[in-house]
């Protein structure tokens, strides 16, 4: 009996280890400044597959995922850092037993899901002189604590 004739074994769409695969996708995409289409082009992909990648509805095979690493420039370790122990928890072998739930409910209100902080990161590192973003951290340091009810 395979996993799919099992029906104990409920792996879905939208597992948290595929979104957290996904966002770290899009994370790398946007810091490059690369569209989904440009990134959809260099995998002979459309960009609404890319959509559905970046949000984990789709799966991403392993090949795919090496040839995602290569052109966006990083190890394919890359999309597993900062992998919660929560997400990892979800892993298909260990929702088949029961160990968890197949269930995985993004999270909209994660700052680093947000293309706001993708903008700002990537603008950030587009400042060359290092002295310049060190005041520009220092400044959203202070202002940040400033403000009342928005530390």
Known sequence: MNGNDDPN??????????VHVGRRVRLRRTLLGMSQ???GEALNITFQQVQKYERGSNRISASRLWDIAQILDVPVSFFFDDMTDDTAANSPRKVRAGTTTAEY?????DPMARRETLELVRAYYNITNVGVRKR???MVKSV???LPGDA
């Open 105 to 109: 409910e993004e999270k909209p209100n």
């Open 9 to 18: 074994f409920r792996v879905t769409n939208n597992n948290a280890i595929d």
């Open 37 to 39: 289409e440009q990134l």
């Open 136 to 138: 520009i951290t220092e």
């Open 144 to 146: 940040s604590q400033a």
